[in-house]
């Protein structure tokens, strides 16, 4: 494992102050906004607490990937990277452009190299937020104000063509990999059948709950449905991977 | 519900944000030069100069991404998720359920407030787990992550597996044609044995299903006329 250095482990910790800090301030902001508006107090609560508790599971496979990547980059260094931006798919990618998880011997060049392809790649997003997006997010209100149903439409596409893009790479990507697990994306590196039974639960769970908050009007439910779809479905992910039928 | 002063709210957020987006870029281009400058090291321009490609691929998909969730993020949302990243298997399917469960319009200041707190709160959570994680993996090295990792590729289909039955429920008429066009994408290309990844086929999903939901929009809009005629 390359050498960590104090210095990174500052900048990790920076950072995080960073995060949280400016996460603080905005969610500040929204519920002091939703006060003054009338915004019901147990909306306001239930956005917090299912939100805490949805954003449990999904964070641990990130904390995963630190560890997969501390081998070829140090701990600070991916610390760094999945705390501010990064998306475990993409830093992989992304770290291996220059072969680093194939090199008998990673050098620190090879590490800064690595570093700074990562770096620059992914900046073009809070850049873009930086210059244009208040100039874009005006011309959306404008559209909204002149042409709602317009701008409900391109919501709604967007919404359904995260789902269309995901949903179908994944089931495509599924059915070639079948058992044989490997390749360079993360997501290729999953059992195929395990992936297609993962979403088939998760998609079972959901319509469960969503049917004991509909007849038994379980309304506590609401908040817990999709945690608790996800912990099912990734139980039952982890338990399959140990199946010999999927070795 | 009082009458609210949408424009200041949202000046203020954009305000914040931009100034947090700025403090954030310097820091993160801080952290190769910090590297560097403690390991006595420069990088290997060459081996950037050749990654080229990729990294020009990976700007434009950030502006594709930037263009795209902003009209599903909202204002503090967009800002909050560009910094901390894992957009669409945490942030956005978070503010989602958020917006589900609270039952907001598409579009309200409501929605804009319940996603907003939504994502500050999972960007809070991520940022501790991550804190908490690397003591673990500092102690007992990457053996810890053998016993996990097998799990980890299996995230996004337990996400939207859930996920997607809410937003086919929701977006029915929106998400079938995409859907389909985006499996036929995907079959040929992989019959090609060419595997385009998750981050591009995301923007392509995109694409292709604003393109079929302003189809949708126009036929819609036809009939409206002609019924009114």
């Given at each position: 494992?390359?050498?960590?250095?104090?210095?990174?482990?500052?900048?990790?910790?920076?950072?995080?102050?960073?995060?949280?800090?400016?996460?603080?301030?905005?969610?500040?902001?929204?519920?002091?906004?939703?006060?003054?508006?009338?915004?019901?107090?147990?909306?306001?609560?239930?956005?917090?607490?299912?939100?805490?508790?949805?954003?449990?599971?999904?964070?641990?496979?990130?904390?995963?990937?630190?560890?997969?990547?501390?081998?070829?980059?140090?701990?600070?260094?991916?610390?760094?990277?999945?705390?501010?931006?990064?998306?475990?798919?993409?830093?992989?990618?992304?770290?291996?452009?220059?072969?680093?998880?194939?090199?008998?011997?990673?050098?620190?060049?090879?590490?800064?190299?690595?570093?700074?392809?990562?770096?620059?790649?992914?900046?073009?997003?809070?850049?873009?937020?930086?210059?244009?997006?208040?100039?874009?997010?005006?011309?959306?209100?404008?559209?909204?104000?002149?042409?709602?149903?317009?701008?409900?439409?391109?919501?709604?596409?967007?919404?359904?063509?995260?789902?269309?893009?995901?949903?179908?790479?994944?089931?495509?990507?599924?059915?070639?990999?079948?058992?044989?697990?490997?390749?360079?994306?993360?997501?290729?590196?999953?059992?195929?059948?395990?992936?297609?039974?993962?979403?088939?639960?998760?998609?079972?769970?959901?319509?469960?709950?969503?049917?004991?908050?509909?007849?038994?009007?379980?309304?506590?439910?609401?908040?817990?449905?999709?945690?608790?779809?996800?912990?099912?479905?990734?139980?039952?992910?982890?338990?399959?991977?140990?199946?010999?039928?999927?070795? | 519900?009082?009458?609210?002063?949408?424009?200041?709210?949202?000046?203020?957020?954009?305000?914040?944000?931009?100034?947090f987006t700025a403090v954030c870029l310097v820091l993160m281009c801080l952290v190769?030069?910090?590297?560097?400058?403690?390991?006595?090291?420069?990088?290997?321009?060459?081996?950037?100069?050749?990654?080229?490609?990729?990294?020009?691929?990976?700007?434009?998909?950030?502006?594709?991404?930037?263009?795209?969730?902003?009209?599903?993020?909202?204002?503090?949302?967009?800002?909050?998720?560009?910094?901390?990243?894992?957009?669409?298997?945490?942030?956005?399917?978070?503010?989602?359920?958020?917006?589900?469960?609270?039952?907001?319009?598409?579009?309200?200041?409501?929605?804009?407030?319940?996603?907003?707190?939504?994502?500050?709160?999972?960007?809070?959570?991520t940022t501790i787990i991550i804190g908490i994680g690397i003591i673990p993996l500092?102690?007992?090295?990457?053996?810890?992550v053998e016993v996990l990792k097998p799990v980890s590729p299996y995230v996004i289909?337990?996400?939207?597996?859930?996920?997607?039955?809410?937003?086919?429920?929701?977006?029915?008429?929106?998400?079938?044609?995409?859907?389909?066009?985006?499996?036929?994408?995907?079959?040929?290309?992989?019959?090609?044995?060419?595997?385009?990844?998750?981050?591009?086929?995301?923007?392509?999903?995109?694409?292709?299903?604003?393109?079929?939901?302003?189809?949708?929009?126009?036929?819609?809009?036809?009939?409206?006329?002609?019924?009114?005629?």
């Amino acid at each position: 494992m390359p050498k960590d250095y104090v210095w990174m482990f500052v900048m990790g910790g920076v950072l995080s102050a960073f995060v949280i800090t400016m996460s603080l301030v905005f969610l500040f902001k929204a519920i002091k906004r939703g006060k003054e508006i009338g915004l019901d107090s147990k909306k306001i609560k239930a956005a917090i607490k299912s939100s805490a508790v949805f954003s449990i599971v999904p964070s641990i496979p990130i904390v995963i990937g630190i560890g997969i990547m501390m081998n070829y980059l140090g701990l600070a260094i991916p610390w760094v990277r999945m705390t501010v931006i990064g998306a475990l798919q993409y830093e992989i990618i992304a770290m291996d452009q220059i072969e680093i998880t194939k090199a008998a011997i990673i050098t620190e060049p090879m590490v800064a190299t690595a570093l700074t392809i990562m770096t620059i790649s992914i900046l073009s997003g809070p850049i873009f937020n930086l210059l244009f997006y208040k100039r874009l997010q005006n011309k959306l209100v404008d559209l909204e104000k002149n042409n709602k149903k317009l701008l409900d439409t391109i919501t709604g596409s967007l919404l359904g063509g995260i789902l269309a893009g995901l949903a179908s790479y994944i089931i495509i990507a599924a059915f070639f990999t079948g058992n044989n697990t490997g390749g360079e994306e993360l997501a290729a590196a999953a059992n195929g059948y395990i992936t297609l039974i993962t979403l088939g639960i998760s998609m079972v769970v959901m319509a469960i709950c969503g049917a004991l908050i509909l007849k038994l009007k379980w309304k506590w439910l609401e908040n817990y449905a999709l945690p608790i779809t996800i912990l099912v479905a990734m139980g039952a992910a982890y338990a399959l991977t140990f199946a010999p039928a999927f070795a | 519900m009082k009458k609210s002063n949408t424009l200041s709210f949202t000046d203020n957020l954009h305000r914040s944000g931009r100034i947090f987006t700025a403090v954030c870029l310097v820091l993160m281009c801080l952290v190769p030069v910090i590297y560097c400058l403690s390991a006595g090291v420069t990088p290997m321009w060459g081996s950037i100069g050749m990654a080229f490609s990729f990294i020009l691929t990976y700007v434009a998909i950030g502006l594709i991404e930037a263009v795209s969730y902003a009209p599903i993020l909202g204002v503090g949302g967009q800002y909050l998720s560009f910094l901390t990243g894992n957009i669409s298997n945490l942030r956005l399917p978070c503010a989602i359920n958020a917006q589900n469960i609270a039952k907001t319009k598409q579009g309200s200041e409501e929605q804009e407030i319940i996603s907003t707190i939504a994502i500050a709160v999972s960007g809070i959570v991520t940022t501790i787990i991550i804190g908490i994680g690397i003591i673990p993996l500092a102690i007992w090295g990457a053996d810890i992550v053998e016993v996990l990792k097998p799990v980890s590729p299996y995230v996004i289909p337990a996400i939207f597996g859930g996920l997607g039955l809410v937003l086919i429920a929701r977006y029915l008429k929106l998400t079938a044609i995409p859907f389909a066009i985006m499996l036929v994408i995907a079959l040929i290309t992989f019959l090609l044995g060419k595997d385009l990844g998750q981050a591009t086929m995301l923007s392509l999903g995109m694409g292709v299903s604003l393109i079929s939901g302003f189809i949708t929009y126009k036929i819609d809009r036809k009939k409206t006329e002609k019924a009114a005629k």
